[in-house]
Nanobody, 115 residues
Framework: QVQLRESGGGLVQPGGSLRLSCAAS????????MGWYRQAPGKQRELVAT???????TYADSVTARFTISRDNAKNAVYLQMNTLKPEDTAVYYCHAIRFNRHYWGQGTQVTVSS
């Protein structure tokens, strides 16, 4: 099993920044893609950004140029730097990992963008 623990969520004003962190533990050998998803109230969970072991990244169109995903393979961690936050970024953000075609999720961290 893989355990994922997120941290770094909170309340921020529009235009502000937050950095989310996710640490993987357990059976971490073989983890390939890691990433972030989010779910706003009344909406489906959606992809935010992903990064492979080799550093290839993908982003949702809505966050491109504002969010940056990074990864520290030695620490088994993935990060999401979120800049120029907007109220529509408000959601629970979930860390995600794929290991040998099995999907793992963290419990989520709340991000609220409001004045």
């Amino acid at each position: 099993q893989v355990q994922l623990r997120e941290s770094g969520g909170g309340l921020v004003q529009p235009g502000g920044s937050l950095r989310l962190s996710c640490a993987a533990s357990g059976f971490i050998f073989g983890i390939d893609v890691m990433g972030w998803y989010r779910q706003a109230p009344g909406k489906q969970r959606e992809l935010v950004a992903t990064i492979t072991t080799g550093g290839t990244t993908t982003y949702a169109d809505s966050v491109t140029a504002r969010f940056t995903i990074s990864r520290d393979n030695a620490k088994n961690a993935v990060y999401l730097q979120m800049n120029t936050l907007k109220p529509e970024d408000t959601a629970v953000y979930y860390c995600h990992a794929i290991r040998f075609n099995r999907h793992y999720w963290g419990q989520g961290t709340q991000v609220t963008v409001s004045s």
